[in-house]
């Protein structure tokens, strides 16, 4: 064979893979914020990926994801979003709570924003009305925080004699204001003291329970319902927070969010995307829970229970 020969048959034969890297097709990415960790984020996953691929979306395969985890720490956010947005990501998903949808929403007033939050979206300003959004930002809203009074009426009724009861909040999350004052005014019209305990990490959280003792614990919406275990464990009193079918609720909402992900991708604009909110709010009584913490429940409250679990 001549050199001539050799050297165009070479040529083509690294031409061929070139060719066919150039001829596959470029999958959306999707910039995923969130406020916590990737570990305590399975359920979140799992619910999102599901509502992806309702809206006709495989990860890997028809999308791509680029995933951004503050573990809790929420000074990063901004930071994290910046360099989402840096990447010129086909779509930011927002979730851990409101604090992550202002750091997306600060970021970029361009690139379409899906969010999964407890606050009022309308109230903090993310949304200008749940119907008709506007801007670049949709999603799903718990209103867990709106239901701060509600909850503390629950709390009343399980535990009469409870006259003073401590509520952890983390005051650096929007939703902690709205909430606490929701709840201290609440409060007020019972006839019970709230003490405010401020924590801003999990190092925080035993020093400031122990700072003064109290009937019953709370546990606002901008921290986990975890956090009131061990205390609930070590003082036997009763703690309020979101359980049981929240769980559920959750799912539901944060499947939506992959679906709404999905439209988007396809051209919707979050302007045209209503703020879904749940449309029914269900009481779940454990009677374990309640056994442990050597409590008598009123019969008209386990009557009124969605769910009793045995």
Known sequence: MRRREFITLFGGTLAWPLVARAQQP???VIGFLSSRGERDSVNVLAAFHDGLKQAGYDENRTVATEYRWAEGQYD?????????????????VATGGIVSVCAAKAATATIPIVFVSAGDPVQSGLV????????????????????????????????PSARTI???????TPDSDPESKDVLTAAGALGRDIHVIIARSQSELEPAFAAGPTDAS??????????????????RSPGVALRGSHDLLLARVRRQAGIYAGQVLKGAKPSDLPVVQPTKIELVINLNT?????????????????????
């Open 128 to 159: 200008a009305s749940l119907s008709r959004p506007g801007g670049n930002v949709t999603g799903a809203s718990l209103i867990t925080v709106a239901l701060g009074a509600k909850r503390l009426e629950l709390l009343r009724e399980l535990v």
């Open 166 to 172: 401590a509520m952890l909040i983390n005051p650096d």
């Open 76 to 92: 990063r956010l901004q930071a994290l979003a910046d360099d989402l947005v840096r990447r010129k990501v086909s779509l930011l």
């Open 218 to 235: 709370w546990c606002a919406d901008c921290w986990r319902r975890s956090v009131l275990h061990q205390p609930a464990r070590t003082s």
């Open 290 to 310: 309640a056994k442990v913490l050597g409590l008598s429940l009123p019969p008209s409250l386990i009557a009124r229970a969605d769910e009793v679990i045995e």
């Open 26 to 28: 470029v999958l959306p």
